[in-house]
């Protein structure tokens, strides 16, 4: 029976108040999350230049499969183009020419390669292109490493030179 029930007074909430949900503020997020943007922009470019780094390493080895491979007397891998627009260059122990240059200076170009391979500046490119990764925000770096590749031709011209070479005909 309704007679029976008692009534119980149900509290009334007081009116709630809504409030505009708060705007996003980018100088905020800025000022509380700058150490984590800057992490993420740092460890971005280390994968970004890695990346390039692996796709040139892929490129390397895919242009000296084009070539003809020889071995020299000292167990270096030489590898001839047909191509003429490949520069001459080594990679450990490892050289890739052009057929059309070993014919115009076989010698002089295969000491040249040799001297880069027995000073071993590939391992020096290679500690200087791991500091350009994690340094790669760093103009010093680079300029480390362009330093170093010039640093290099210089020490293999005077390797050639002593090595018998005449200079003159060298320098042609």
Partial sequence: DWAEMEM????????????????????????????????????GGILFMFGRH???????FAL????KLQRLDDGTRLYLHNRSDIAPFSWMKLIAVSEADLADGREAILAHECAHIANRH?????????????????????????ELQTVHEYEADEWVIRHGIDAKTYQL
């Fill in 122 to 146: 590939s391992w020096d490119l290679l500690l200087a292109e791991l500091c350009a990764i994690f340094q790669w925000f760093n103009p010093a770096a680079w300029l480390l490493k362009h």
């Fill in 54 to 60: 692996v796709v040139s390493i892929f490129r390397l």
């Fill in 8 to 43: 119980t007074a149900m509290p009334i909430a007081e009116e709630e108040v809504l409030t505009p949900a708060s705007t996003f503020s980018l100088l905020d997020f800025l000022s509380t999350h700058w150490s984590d943007l800057l992490f993420m922009l740092y460890v």
């Fill in 64 to 67: 000296l499969r084009q070539g």
